[in-house]
DNA sequence: TGTTGACCTTCCACTTGCTGGAAGGTTTAA
DNA sequence: TTAAACCTTCCAGCAAGTGGAAGGTCAACA
């Protein structure tokens, strides 16, 4: 199948799959003699299996490991488990910041007194006048 | 005050601040003789201002018009509060995304063996030959 | 046969929010 | 005087693509 028809089954864009091919994802099968990219049913799926991990959030780089792994019949899936892992714990870590951003938002969203008034204890707080509202907690900055 | 102590006191880069100034955000309060950025008070408050509001996730964009607000006596808090409440919605939005990633990682984690052996659930989930697990909760793909 | 439209190709530019480095000017202290 | 530590501008690059230009190809239809 032409780039075309592999995007469509795929969930990617055609740009998108040039792109991997570009980093050294996953290449066509074959290019045909008019310079078109050829696609078989194992790159497909590679393509699909690129998809569902860039939606999980692997970087490229890891999805570049994932594929090694897909395609090795010798993996250990010690391997697997562990660039999981990693994501995992990148993932608390992100959903940690992000807590902690919303507990400040919300408590500064529900002091500003939301009117036609210029003051504002969300301005002051970000510039520094306000009782300190910091992400870490603590009191040091 | 120099780039460099302004840059020490407001917790930027001098580089960033340099940048900011590039996008039209803190421009500093006037050129020395030598070219040298010359910053007062107002200025590196501002700057502080600005690494508060890029601490909360604020666009560029967003801190701009926070500037703007910021600066302007005559601003309605409803304005600012605003912003913050749209920022709100996408963090909520993220920390929805990332606790369904978070979701299927960690029941795709805890079915991979983990050992020497190339058996591995989480491949064969990512690859779409394992029972689905999707991010969207539903069976439509 | 012509031509229209939907494909496909490559390449370059743009996005966001910086960071690093090169090449060079200034200031300060020993 | 000279070295270190500033400062300046500009250029390149990161992730992970998207958009568009310029052009080749293919299938269908009159």
Redesign the interface.
Known sequence: MNIGEAAKKS?LSAKSIRYYEGMGLVLPSFRKDNGYREYDGDKL?EL??LR??R???FSLEECKR?LG??R???????E??EL??N??AD??Q??AD??A??R???E??GQ?????????S??D????KAPRQT?SGGSH?
Chains 1, 2 share one sequence.
Do not use: W, Y
């Open positions: 969930g799926q699909v299996f569902h991990a939606q999980f959030g994932l792994l897909l090795d019949p010798n993996r250990r899936s010690q697997v488990h999981v892992a994501r995992l993932i608390d992100r959903i992000l807590l951003m919303k400040v938002l919300d500064m969203s500003c007194p939301n009117n036609e008034e210029s003051k504002c969300i301005i707080t970000l510039a520094g992400l900055e």
